[in-house]
Nanobody, 119 residues
Framework: VQLQACGGGLVQAGGSLRLSCAAS????????MAWYRQAPGKQRELVAD???????NYADSVKGRFTISRDRARNTVNLQMNSLKPEDTSVYYC??????????????WGQGTEVTVSS
């Protein structure tokens, strides 16, 4: 299973970016899809996730500014990021908990896409 992320870049504070991630390969079904981020010198942290039923979960630092969504038919997950702040600068990783067969579950990671917010 491969996760391909795109959409990162450089934006001024207050601006917006949209990240997208597509899963492909041997996929029976996908449970949770998520976005994490990791800034230099810091631990990777959960930004937002969405389960197969559409329920979402957000880090407190992004609530009200970021929106996660997914297209189950296309195995894609998006992260709309508004009102960006310099502290959102990080490498963003998409992740998916995938059933590769009916009874085998594994987490996969995308390659990371860099987001830089200038003040």
């Amino acid at each position: 299973v491969q996760l391909q992320a795109c959409g990162g870049g450089l934006v001024q504070a207050g601006g917006s970016l949209r990240l997208s991630c597509a899963a492909s390969g041997s996929i029976f079904s996908i449970d949770v899809m998520a976005w994490y981020r990791q800034a230099p010198g810091k631990q990777r942290e959960l930004v937002a996730d969405i389960n197969s039923g559409g329920s979402t979960n957000y880090a407190d630092s992004v609530k009200g500014r970021f929106t996660i969504s997914r297209d189950r038919a296309r195995n894609t997950v998006n992260l709309q990021m508004n009102s960006l702040k310099p502290e959102d600068t990080s490498v963003y990783y998409c992740s998916a908990v995938v059933l590769t067969t009916r009874d085998r579950v594994q987490r996969f990671w995308g390659q990371g896409t860099e987001v830089t917010v200038s003040s």
